[in-house]
């Protein structure tokens, strides 16, 4: 993060990393998020602590694919876990899962 600058504040929500991170239900970490505060800057000026930061447009779509390969991802890992669960607790043979790929 820059040096902060005369009026600029940490952000309060993410204590200025500018992201959080996203954990699944065993407490793992699989990635991080924007925060939605201060969009992942770690600082906002006293007008963007009371109204927020503003996305620029150009933003948008961007994080719209950054956000739809992130859940991509996050989908695969939890079928990968779920067919790895199945196979454990069923005693099935990982040949006789269907993997479409």
Sequence with gaps: MKP????ETICPECKGKGKH??????GIIRGYNACEKCLGHGKLDWVERVVGK???WEWRTVNITNSLQLQQSLLEQ??????ESIIKVYGISPEHIWDKK
Excluded: T
Excluded at 21 to 26: A, C, D, I, Q, S
């Design 78 to 83: 939890s079928l990968k876990e779920i067919r």
């Design 21 to 26: 991170p996203v954990v699944n239900e065993k």
């Design 54 to 56: 503003r996305i620029p």
């Design 4 to 7: 902060l600058k005369e009026g």
